[in-house]
């Protein structure tokens, strides 16, 4: 006992003092662990009890609203079955007098049907012979202007070639008679240039003879000095002189020629000068006709470029003409084409529209308009101020049309009414389906519909509804009644 006092009385130091606190917190870190695991598995274990409880209570409450609303829907189909049985015997008897008078109908109508598609047969047999008899008068029209202006085309070709060939001809005598004139003018520009040539040959023997002459002047005063020298010369040489005398005769000859030649001379050139004054009027007038016949070539060659000119304006006249008859033709052909066609189709829609026609519809089938005398005066007298001539021919000719335009605007009135009237039906539908949808959803339990407001549905006397501040606020510490 004394050591045990001893060692208590022993002071501790700072180190074991932390370690004893250490200890001590650890240990309390442990406990503390260890309650907040019993705790946790405690509030596990109340969880996994509460959580079977409350799927027991939903699975009771599901078979005791399964059995309920069976009843009640059961019920209330028998209901819906007598009302559905009433009604369908009504409708069935309803359907059955409408069939019997829509057959009255319909044989009524197909007598008139018969009629009316006899009478439009009848109708457009007679169109069609009309327009087949109106095509082959204009192709008879057609073929006889076609013949007369081959014939005209004939005609003018032929002339055109005859008149060409005539003056193919004339250009060909001009032209013979101008190559004769080239002829002539060559011969007589020739026979001028060998009298050119004769006149200067005759010049050079003039001053020939001039020199000669003025020679024998000379000679002569030379001789008078040669007789003196010629007697002592003739007297040495008397053969000579002889000689002489004879060659002075042959000079004497031959000057006699020559004056006669000189005479000739001069009538060839006066001959000269009056052929060249005849050629130059010659050739003045050819020149002058030749100028005539130049513009006349001119002419009838402008003339012919005309003329060729004409005819193949004429060619291509005809020719459009053709192509443009050929064009009407074959388009009023497509067109009466398509309006047949239109029309074939017109009657097939008028066939099947027939048959959805009501019976009204088939006694009166253009309705009266429903505006006043007054109102119907103030629209004619509006469009007459706004309508212009254009358009009052263009609504003559769619007079005949008002029937027409009369069914399709009521057509398009009823089905502007039926589409507005279907809206409105699509409405009150969603709103019938919302309201159905609302109703299910309170007789149906599910956790979508738990999970929403359903004011059918009550669990411990409370609903899911939002209370009132009125209604006292359940604390966690109440006793709840149990759940039936």
């Known amino acids: ?49 509460e959580e079977h409880n409350s799927a027991l209570n939903l699975n009771k409450i599901n078979t005791q609203w399964r059995t309920v609303l069976r009843e009640v829907k059961t019920r209330e189909l028998h209901k819906d079955i007598e009302i559905l049985s009433q009604t369908f015997e009504r409708v069935v008897d309803c359907k059955d007098n409408v069939i019997k008078s829509l057959a009255k109908d319909l044989s009524e109508a197909e007598e008139q049907y018969a009629r ?34 081959t014939k005209e085309f004939e005609t003018e070709r032929k002339t055109i070639i005859d008149q ?22 060559e011969y007589e520009s020739k026979l001028e240039f060998q009298s050119m040539w004769n006149d200067l040959k005759n010049m050079n023997l003039e001053e020939k ?24 010369y003739t007297d040495a040489t008397e053969d000579r ?30 001959a000269i000068t009056i052929s060249k004054g005849k050629i130059m009027i010659h050739s003045r ?43 009407e033709s074959n388009a009023t052909l497509k067109a009466l084409r398509k309006i047949v066609d239109k029309g074939e189709k017109i009657l097939k829609l008028a066939e099947i529209c027939r048959k959805f026609e009501t019976e009204e519809e088939k006694v009166l089938p253009f309705y009266s308009s429903v505006l006043t005398p007054k109102e119907q005066e103030g629209i004619q007298e509006n469009n007459l101020e706004e309508l212009t001539e254009e358009l009052t021919k263009v609504m003559v000719d769619y007079i005949g049309m008002e029937n027409f335009w009369k069914r399709y605007n009521k057509v398009k009135l009823e089905q502007l009414s039926l589409q507005h009237r279907r809206a409105q039906l699509l409405d009150i539908n969603g709103k019938l389906r919302e309201m159905l949808k609302q109703y299910l959803d309170g007789i149906s339990v599910s956790d979508e519909v738990l999970s929403q407001l359903n004011p059918l549905f009550i ?20 006793k709840q009644h149990p759940t039936t």
């Open 1 to 49: 006992m004394p050591k045990k006092e001893k060692m208590a009385k022993t002071p501790l130091s700072d180190e074991e003092q932390l370690l004893l606190f250490q200890q001590k917190l650890l240990a309390e870190e442990e406990m503390a662990k260890k309650k907040e695991r019993l705790l946790s598995q405690f509030l596990k274990d109340k969880l996994a009890k």
């Open 241 to 270: 002189k002889a000689a002489f005398e004879t060659l002075q005769v042959k000079d004497e000859k031959s000057s006699k020629e020559i004056e006669v030649q000189m005479k000739k001379i001069r009538k060839l050139q006066d």
């Open 164 to 185: 060409h060939e005539k003056e193919i001809h004339y250009l060909q005598d001009i032209f013979m008679a101008m190559e004769q004139n080239y002829i002539d003018s």
């Open 459 to 478: 669990v411990n006397y409370q609903s899911n509804l939002p209370q009132p501040l009125s209604i006292r606020i359940a604390h966690p510490g109440d």
């Open 116 to 149: 009316a598609l006899r009478s439009h047969l009848h109708n457009v047999d007679q169109l069609l012979a009309l327009q087949r008899r109106r095509l082959s008068l204009l192709e008879e029209s057609y073929n006889m202007e076609l013949e007369a202006l």
């Open 285 to 327: 007038e050819s020149e002058d006709e030749n100028r005539y016949i130049h513009n006349d070539k001119e002419l009838v060659l402008v003339q012919l470029r005309k003329l060729k000119a004409q005819r193949t304006q004429a060619r291509a006249a005809s020719q459009k003409n053709l192509v443009k008859l050929t064009l």
């Open 209 to 232: 003879h001039f020199l000669r002459l003025h020679l024998e002047n000379t000679v002569e005063d030379l001789w008078r000095k040669f007789q003196d020298v010629l007697k002592n």
